[in-house]
């Protein structure tokens, strides 16, 4: 399970980051670690640094992890937290600038075939390219 | 200006207590050119900051900021969070690393400006709190030894808020509603406002 990089969902709605997930699952299978979380401290629409944290940590990879965000506080919030981690993790955790489930899917797939952490953060954000 | 720990305690508690206050109207400045809930969430924040009150008071000052700092990026649950978060974690690290209060307070600030500036990888003149903390920066560089700094820091922050009414938005959530922005008060300005100000009325001694 942890020969690949895994992929974190963060979107301000937890059904959004589930949905994600799950066609994540569907369309590329178990082999690679997802996890997901979505909205505010008080389960609002949102984001949670704390939440960010526990499920980078839960979906961790010694290959690295990658974070699907949607808009721009998912964004924020999951850069800080990576700073919370460990700071051996922090190294090993990107935020990609990518669509969040096209991003996702295609990150996942990549990831599938034992990818490095930069080769699926670049599959990912081709998809932002102009 | 000195700052003693029961002034830092006092100091800190009206600061809450006034962006608490201002919740409704932060929140309806963010209907306006954001998603509406930057009053929810400093008020959940800041709800969090006063329930540590004792806890923070007794510490050091820079473990103090950090503490505050960590607290806003738990509990906040919007960009704000990292960006408040980020500015009190980096000025509580100034003061961990041979700087001191009120000497260096323009430096110390300065530290948590630079930090926001990065977190949102934004500067003055976006439409964003920058647009407050970047003015009262220049304020406390230039003034912090004349008399009446406190009124100058005040004044600062109410102007300096109102001068983002005219500007549109490029950055955050707001930069969506391109032209549409212009006219409305940026609601991190303004909560950047609200707790500059909090903190002058408490160094004055009012309520």
């Not at chain 1, 990107?94 to 930069?118: F, H, Y």
């Amino acid at each position: 399970m942890n020969d690949t990089v895994s992929i974190v969902i963060v979107s301000h709605s937890k059904d959004i980051a589930k949905g994600t997930a799950d066609m994540v699952r569907q369309m590329v299978g178990s082999e690679v670690k997802v996890a997901f979380c979505g909205g505010n401290p008080e389960g609002g629409l949102g984001t949670s640094v704390a939440l960010i944290v526990d499920a980078i940590n839960d979906a961790w990879s010694p290959k690295g992890v990658a974070i699907l965000v949607d808009l721009g506080g998912a964004e924020t919030n999951s850069e800080m937290a990576v700073e919370m981690l460990d700071p051996e993790r922090r190294d090993l955790v990107v935020v990609c600038n990518a669509p969040i489930v096209e991003g996702a899917v295609m990150a996942a797939t990549e990831a599938a075939g034992g990818s490095s952490l930069a080769e699926v953060r670049a599959v990912a954000e081709e998809l932002s390219a102009d | 200006m000195s700052l003693q720990p029961e002034t830092f305690k006092s100091l800190l508690k009206v600061a809450a207590e006034q962006v608490i206050a201002s919740a409704p109207e932060l929140t309806t400045l963010d209907q306006a050119i954001g998603d509406g809930d930057h009053g929810t969430n400093m008020k959940r924040g800041f709800e969090a900051v006063l329930g540590k009150l004792d806890a923070i008071s007794a510490q050091p000052f820079d473990e103090a900021l950090k503490t505050i700092g960590k607290t806003l990026v738990m509990t906040v649950g919007g960009a704000s969070g990292p960006l408040y978060g980020s500015f009190f974690l980096a000025a509580g690290e100034a003061l961990s690393h041979d700087k001191h209060l009120p000497d260096d307070l323009a430096e110390v600030f300065a530290s948590g400006v630079d930090a926001v500036s990065k977190r949102g990888r934004s500067h003055a003149g976006e439409k964003t709190m920058l647009d407050v903390l970047v003015p009262v920066l220049e304020a406390l560089k230039t003034d912090a030894g004349r008399p009446d700094i406190v009124e100058r820091i005040r004044t600062t922050a109410a102007e300096a808020a109102e001068r983002t009414a005219p500007m549109q938005a490029t950055k955050g959530r707001a930069s969506f509603l391109g032209p549409r922005s212009v006219g409305h008060v940026d609601p991190g300005a303004r909560s950047s406002c609200v707790l500059l100000q909090a903190v002058c009325a408490s160094l004055e001694g009012r309520p």
